[in-house]
T-cell receptor
Framework: GAVVSQHPSWVICKSGTSVKIECRSL??????MFWYRQFPKQSLMLMAT?????????EQGVEKDKFLINHASLTLSTLTVTSAHPEDSSFYIC????????????FGPGTRLTVT | DAKTTQPPSMDCAEGRAANLPCNHS???????VYWYRQIHSQGPQYIIH???NNETNEMASLIITEDRKSSTLILPHATLRDTAVYYC????????????FGTGTSLTVIP
């Protein structure tokens, strides 16, 4: 299957700072990527749909000014958590669907964010 | 919102078949059924998908009822490494269509 990577795999930051998480499709091009957040013992919650060359679409209740998404190329999307607070601590996961194969969605390994 | 319901947890003896049910009674005609699993602190892993016919691959089998309102994922010979949370998702097969995860089933394979 196709491979999606994330960087970093874990990060610790202080309250009030910003953190950028990268999501890359390594062996396929992705016009659309997705960002999820997962709290402990809970399911994945879709945050936003990232579209190459255009603005992201955010799910209801997700602050677009806090979670900045940039999809500058067909293989890279970034999520920036701005002015992070301890309640933003979570597991962030990205995914993409291969343009060539429209069925499966491939997930990255996730990024563990801890805000102190 | 998720369009699927699954039992919250199940146990299965090692070496036996694990049968994980999923209800998707409001599935639309063009929506596929996808199964993923998530091992602790990792990204979800694709298992199998189908539209209306039963499907089998090296990991599992997928049985979809004739009315497509429910399905069952079968792991034929469960191993300890199959312990994970299993998610059933319905979605059209387009690159821009989102996945909405339900609560999934936590499968524990018992030695």
């Amino acid at each position: 299957g196709a491979v999606v990577s994330q960087h970093p795999s874990w990060v610790i930051c202080k309250s009030g700072t910003s953190v950028k998480i990268e999501c890359r499709s390594l062996d396929f091009q992705a016009t659309t990527m997705f960002w999820y957040r997962q709290f402990p013992k809970q399911s994945l919650m879709l945050m936003a749909t990232s579209n190459e060359g255009s603005k992201a679409t955010y799910e209801q209740g997700v602050e677009k000014d806090k979670f900045l998404i940039n999809h500058a190329s067909l293989t890279l999307s970034t999520l920036t958590v701005t002015s992070a607070h301890p309640e933003d601590s979570s597991f962030y996961i990205c995914s993409a669907r291969d343009q060539g194969r429209t069925y499966e969605q491939y997930f990255g390994p996730g990024t563990r964010l801890t805000v102190t | 919102d998720a369009k699927t319901t699954q039992p919250p947890s199940m146990d299965c003896a090692e070496g036996r078949a694990a049968n994980l049910p999923c209800n998707h009674s409001t599935i639309s005609g063009n929506e596929y059924v996808y199964w993923y699993r998530q091992i602790h602190s990792q990204g979800p892993q694709y298992i199998i998908h189908g539209l209306k016919n039963n499907e089998t691959n090296e990991m599992a089998s997928l049985i979809i009822t004739e009315d497509r309102k429910s399905s069952t994922l079968i792991l034929p010979h469960a191993t300890l490494r199959d312990t994970a949370v299993y998610y059933c998702i319905v979605s059209p097969p387009n690159t821009g269509n989102q996945f909405y995860f339900g609560t999934g089933t936590s499968l524990t394979v018992i030695p």
